[in-house]
């Protein structure tokens, strides 16, 4: 089916043949018609499935079709994402869709840590479309540089972490400045049962799509389990660098401190490696992934911070040098390759110590992989257990790991809420992705 047959105009449509894009993926085969429509939709599609465009290119054409009839430079659609260098990806996105309309629609992307002004500057005479993270936009609120009453199209991408505690605050009084009649879209790979209800609270008679798993749209990620020993890991890493002769490689890591000592371990091997995590300058988080997208970096050792929706064109192999807590983020890990039809390597190293907390994410999963074992690297410390277990010292699978930030804003929020539960850790995704209702509206591909 080609794009012009899901009611995408001919200036659009050009943007995607430049970008070689033959036909749509299946999740914006649904959701563009359904965004077109008007409706409110929820999706599940795989990572690196193309939901950005499912988006963004109905969002380009609503601004087309209303021309004339809705002001210019008057906020139509605001994108909400949780990291900085996603809205960065996001807006580029849009950017890059709709560089061909005949009044260019004017796109604003805001994210923080970086200065304010040029946002300022920026929002000045409004904006078509903003694409933020939700700390800056309010920031941008309070200096009346921005108005959300007018926007018609909310989209909410990698929805189910928009939804964590840490966000809900701020989600909520965005949500408040709000019109209460507008349409919303919620995108993700995952969504653990614990978002389910704050979904439906959001969603009005949703268009459901899920992107099921399938030969075809499963992206080409060949997952192994490597057993070593803790102390190992690096010089391990550095073996299968150089055997796999792998251009690039993504490592993640549990912590910021061990991010650096990991890649200055690396550079010390003679390997062009770099450290990103959330207390770098935006300056230096910026520089650390440009790099790596170009290949000046070979290895880039991160926390999660990289795990939710980065797009990294060829990006051969994904390493879990330590496990993710949470289930969620195994899933939006390794989906930092394979992505757009290439294929993918994703090691995940299993250590004595994290290798009950695997068999957790495994379980999850509904499969268990074949462990290996490396020639001189096999380990010494692994027994395997009589049933899965929670870590010592992790806090299980359940306790994924709060930011210094997502602890103040939940410290905020319950300041807030005194009243309200105690922290929803962001529980284990089910296998199957379970609707809570139906709706006519509802497919599945
Ligand atoms: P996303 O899931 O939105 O991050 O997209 C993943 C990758 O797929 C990006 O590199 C997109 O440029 C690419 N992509 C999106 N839609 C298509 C399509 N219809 N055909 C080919 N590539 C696509």
Do not use: C
């Amino acid at each position: 089916m080609p794009f012009s047959a899901l009611g995408l105009s001919a200036p659009l449509v050009r943007a995607l043949d430049e970008s070689h894009y033959a036909h749509p993926t299946p999740v914006q085969a649904a959701a563009i018609p359904a965004v077109l429509r008007g409706d409110d939709v929820w999706a599940r599609a795989q990572t690196g499935s193309g939901k950005t465009a499912a988006f963004a290119l109905p969002i380009l054409q609503h601004r087309l079709d209303t021309r004339g009839r809705v002001d210019r430079r008057t906020l139509q659609a605001l994108v909400l994402v949780p990291t900085r260098e996603l809205a960065a990806q996001v807006g580029a996105a849009f950017v890059h869709y709709g560089r061909h309309l005949p009044e260019p629609a004017k796109i604003i992307t805001a994210f923080g840590g970086v200065s304010i002004n040029p946002q300022l500057m920026a929002l000045r005479g409004g904006a078509d479309v903003v694409v933020a993270t939700p700390g800056r936009l309010l920031d941008l609120v309070d200096h009346n540089a921005i108005r959300l009453g007018t926007v018609a199209t909310l989209v909410l991408d990698e929805a189910d972490r928009l939804f964590e505690l840490g966000f809900a605050d701020e989600l909520g009084r965005i949500l408040a400045l709000l019109p209460v009649r507008r349409q919303n879209l919620l995108f993700s790979a995952t969504y653990p049962a614990a978002v389910e209800s704050l979904a439906n609270q959001l969603l009005h008679e949703p268009t459901l799509i899920e992107v099921a798993d399938s030969a075809a749209t499963t992206p080409d990620i060949l997952e192994r389990a490597i057993e070593v020993d803790v102390p190992r890991r690096t010089q391990l890493l550095i073996k299968l660098v150089a055997d796999n002769a792998w251009s690039r490689v993504l490592v993640f890591v549990a912590t910021k401190y061990a991010t650096e000592h990991v890649s200055e371990k690396l550079r010390r091997a003679g390997l062009n490696a770099g450290a990103l995590h959330g207390e770098l300058s935006q300056g230096a988080r910026t520089k650390a992934l440009a790099d790596f997208k170009t290949g000046d970096l070979q290895v880039l050792v991160a926390t999660d911070l990289a795990a939710r929706g980065l797009d990294i064109a060829s990006l051969p192999a994904v390493v879990n040098f330590d496990l993710p807590r949470a289930v969620a983020d195994y899933t939006h890990r390794i989906g930092r390759t394979g992505r757009a039809g290439e294929s993918g390597v994703a090691l995940s190293f299993i250590t004595a110590e994290s290798h009950a907390h695997f068999l957790l994410i495994e379980k999850r999963h509904g499969r268990i992989l074949a462990r290996e074992q490396i020639e001189g690297f096999e380990p010494e410390l692994i027994e395997v257990p009589a049933s899965p277990a929670t870590p010592p010292g992790t806090g299980g699978v359940k306790g994924k790991r709060k930011s210094k930030k997502d602890k103040l804003r939940e410290a905020a929020a319950r300041a807030a809420h005194p009243s309200s539960a105690p922290e929803p850790a962001e529980e284990p995704v089910p296998n199957t992705f379970r609707w809570h209702r139906s709706s006519p509206g509802r497919r599945r591909l």
